[in-house]
């Protein structure tokens, strides 16, 4: 099946900047979304960005203007650059995607990765 994988989190300081990656693999026909979320302790999952097949983007409130999310459609990958980091940004950030398998083009299945863990400090 699809696996989703997320590097490049961290400890980085706040104002600082880092970019989180996420991979996909495995038997995929298309990826139609994908999708970053965040879940810091005690507090619900959120939805952070999104990036369609086109392109076409989505941030937070909390996030706009200070992250961008883009893709690599040759490589199944998606990328979070967050700039001027803030301690309230600290969480798990997990990739989300929407993927058309190999086995069946008519059904669209959601993965999700384990997540990396973005630490802010002040």
């Known amino acids: 099946q699809v696996q989703l994988v997320e590097s490049g989190g961290g400890l980085v300081q706040a104002g600082g900047s880092l970019r989180v990656s996420c991979a996909a693999s495995?038997?995929?026909?298309?990826?139609?979304?994908m999708k970053w979320y965040r879940q810091a302790p005690g507090k619900q999952r959120e939805l952070v960005a999104t990036?369609?097949?086109?392109?076409?983007?989505n941030y937070a409130d909390s996030v706009k203007g200070r992250f961008i999310i883009s893709r690599d459609n040759a490589k199944n990958t998606a990328y979070l650059q967050m700039n001027s980091l803030k301690p309230e940004d600290t969480a798990v950030y997990y990739c989300?995607?929407?993927?058309?398998?190999?086995?069946?083009?008519?059904?669209?299945?959601?993965?999700w990765g384990q997540g990396t863990q973005v630490t802010v400090s002040s």
């Open positions: 989300n995607a929407h993927v058309i398998t190999n086995t069946d083009h008519r059904t669209t299945y959601s993965y």
């Open positions: 495995g038997s995929i026909f298309s990826i139609n979304v």
């Open positions: 990036i369609s097949s086109s392109d076409i983007t």
